[in-house]
């Protein structure tokens, strides 16, 4: 059976450039545009170095800019974004895959409504009100992370699944497939670009809301941006500042590549 790719529609999957499909761009075009953001982001972070090496430190500022609390930050950080996501996916996706399924339809406005809800609370509030009633630590952090990046995915997951082609998954059905194998070997293979762009959007959100994951002690760059604020030091909150958003396109790039080659052939 011949499976052809739907098309994906432009407001849900946007234009990826890093994308290295034979015929598309060639493949010394397709190199430098896997080499250019890495190299960008290496200047930037080269820049900062000096900027900050050039500056007079006084011993706040040399505390919060050693060269270990920033690296345990960033790892902190990642660690914050990467344990999240991984939630987000392993609720989502089943999630998203249960609700298009004909039995669950009825159910599908109440959960697509408190996802939604989830993601349009302001990221500071989610995260005060857990800190408020839970605690603070590392863990409820990840719950307030999982809950406002959870809306993408799950909205991507059902989007996917839902534009494969009608016709399709009846020759699986008329070939003797079960349900699950239709599922399996047709559905999910052709929702893939569609889930990933949803689970790339989420690793970005995820990366810019951990920075606030310091008001419950979750450690991360947050600590080194608060600390700027704070401490009235402006040289430790542009430091902050510039390594989160160095971060976001880095995680963001590595998506792109990890989405180009997780894509099944053909689509």
């Known amino acids: 059976m011949s499976v052809t790719a739907p098309e994906v529609p432009p407001e849900v999957v946007a234009a990826d450039p890093y994308s290295t499909r034979?015929?598309?761009f060639g493949r010394?075009?397709?190199?430098r545009r896997y080499l250019f953001m890495?190299?960008?982001l290496s200047v930037v972070c080269v820049l900062l170095y000096l900027w900050v090496s050039s500056k007079e430190?006084?011993?706040?500022?040399?505390?919060?800019?050693?060269?270990d609390v920033v690296v345990a930050s960033v790892i902190r950080h990642l660690e914050l974004v990467g344990l999240s996501t991984v939630?987000?996916?392993?609720?989502?996706v089943p999630l998203g895959v249960l609700l298009t399924r004909p039995f669950a339809r009825p159910f599908v406005p109440a959960v697509v409504g408190v996802a939604n809800a989830g993601q349009?609370?302001?990221s500071l509030g989610v995260i005060a009100l857990l800190a408020l009633v839970f605690g603070i630590g590392f863990r409820y952090a990840v719950v307030a992370l999982v809950v406002y990046a959870f809306l993408p995915v799950l909205r991507n997951t059902m989007v996917g699944l839902r534009q494969v082609d009608a016709a399709v998954i009846e020759s699986g059905r008329?070939?003797?497939?079960t349900k699950a194998s239709v599922l399996a070997r047709i559905e999910l293979p052709l929702a893939v670009p569609v889930v990933l762009a949803g689970v790339r959007t989420a690793l970005v959100i995820n990366v810019g809301t951990a920075t606030i994951a310091v008001l419950t002690n979750a450690g991360g760059l947050g600590t080194i941006i608060f600390q700027g604020i704070v401490q009235n030091r402006r040289t430790i909150l542009l430091t902050g500042s510039i390594l989160a958003?160095?971060?976001?396109?880095?995680?963001?790039y590595l998506a792109g590549v990890a989405e180009d080659k997780i894509r099944p052939r053909g689509l």
């Open 38 to 40: 890495p190299a960008a």
């Open 120 to 122: 349009a609370l302001p």
């Open 57 to 67: 430190l006084d011993s706040i500022e040399q505390r919060v800019l050693n060269a």
């Open 22 to 24: 034979p015929g598309l």
């Open 87 to 92: 939630f987000v996916i392993a609720l989502a």
């Open 174 to 177: 008329g070939m003797g497939m």
């Open 245 to 252: 958003a160095v971060l976001a396109l880095f995680v963001d």
């Open 28 to 31: 010394s075009s397709a190199a």
